[in-house]
C-alpha cells in the first residue's frame, strides 16, 4: 500500500460548482498534514495546513479523519484559476529537519467555464 | 518574495556530463533542506535529506554516488547529477522546512521553483 494514495482524476468541475476530494494515508503516526496547490511546471505551493479540528480558508475547507486515515479539500464556488493539481502532503515525525515527507499524486481539478 | 531560489532554471546536456542545481534559502538559515525529483504526471519523490556540515542522507534506491549532495552553508545546497542519462531528464525540487507554530509542531516547506533538466 502506497504512504500516501490520491486519485489522479482529473475532476472536471463546471465553474461555481463545488468539488471535494480525499487523501488516504497509510502511516497511522503521521502527525501533519498539508494541501498544496501545483500548476504545470510549476514548484508546489502551499495551500492550507489541515488541523484535526478541521479548517477553513475562504472557498477552501479542509478536514482529517485520524481513524479511516484520510485528509479532504473541498472548495466551494470554483474559479477557473482554482484549475491545478492539489497534492496531499503527509509528514511523520515532530522534530525540526528530521521529519518523513510523503506526497500524493495529486488530485487535478479542470474548472470548465 | 520568493524564500527558496533555484539555478539554474533549466538546462540540457549531453548524455554523460555532469550537472549541477543549486538551492539557495533567500530569507533564513536552513540546515536542513530536501531534494526531490519529479516526472511527468507524477508525485514528488524524495531523493535525499541535505544536512549542513554533514553527510546527506538518501532514500532507498537513490544512488549516492550519482547524486551528489553538498551542504556548504546554511543557505546553499548543491545537487550534482553526474554522467547523467537520458533517463535522469526530470523536475528537480528542493525544499526548505521551516518551523512553525500552530496547534502542533508542524513543518511547512517551502518549494523552489525547480530545475528542469533534459538530457539527451
Known amino acids: 500500500r502506497k504512504e500516501v494514495e490520491q486519485d489522479p482524476g482529473p475532476f472536471n468541475v463546471p465553474e461555481g460548482a463545488t468539488v471535494a476530494f480525499n487523501c488516504t494515508y497509510s502511516n497511522s503516526a503521521s502527525q501533519s498534514f498539508f494541501w498544496y496547490r501545483q500548476d504545470c511546471r510549476k514548484e508546489p505551493k502551499l495551500l492550507m495546513s489541515?488541523?484535526?479540528s478541521g479548517n477553513e480558508d475562504g472557498r477552501f475547507t479542509a478536514q482529517l479523519n485520524r481513524a479511516s486515515q484520510y485528509i479532504s479539500l473541498l472548495i466551494r464556488d470554483s474559479k477557473l484559476s482554482d484549475s491545478a493539481t492539489y497534492l496531499c502532503v503527509v509528514i511523520t515525525g515532530r522534530s525540526y529537519g528530521n521529519n518523513r515527507l510523503a506526497f500524493g499524486k495529486g488530485n487535478q481539478v479542470v474548472v470548465i467555464p | 518574495g520568493a524564500v527558496v531560489s533555484q539555478h539554474p532554471s533549466w538546462v540540457i546536456c549531453k548524455s554523460g556530463t555532469s550537472v549541477k542545481i543549486e538551492c539557495r534559502s533567500l530569507d533564513f538559515q536552513a540546515t536542513t533542506m530536501f531534494w526531490y525529483r519529479q516526472f511527468p504526471k507524477q508525485s514528488l519523490m524524495l531523493m535525499a535529506t541535505s544536512n549542513e556540515g554533514s553527510k546527506a542522507t538518501y532514500e532507498q534506491g537513490v544512488e549516492k554516488d550519482k547524486f551528489l549532495i553538498n551542504h556548504a552553508s546554511l543557505t546553499l545546497s548543491t545537487l550534482t547529477v553526474t554522467s547523467a542519462h537520458p533517463e535522469d531528464s526530470s523536475f528537480y525540487i528542493c525544499s526548505l522546512p521551516r518551523l512553525a507554530g500552530g496547534p502542533a509542531t508542524y513543518n511547512e516547506q517551502f518549494f523552489g521553483p525547480g530545475t528542469r533538466l533534459t538530457v539527451l
Open positions: 489541515v488541523y484535526s
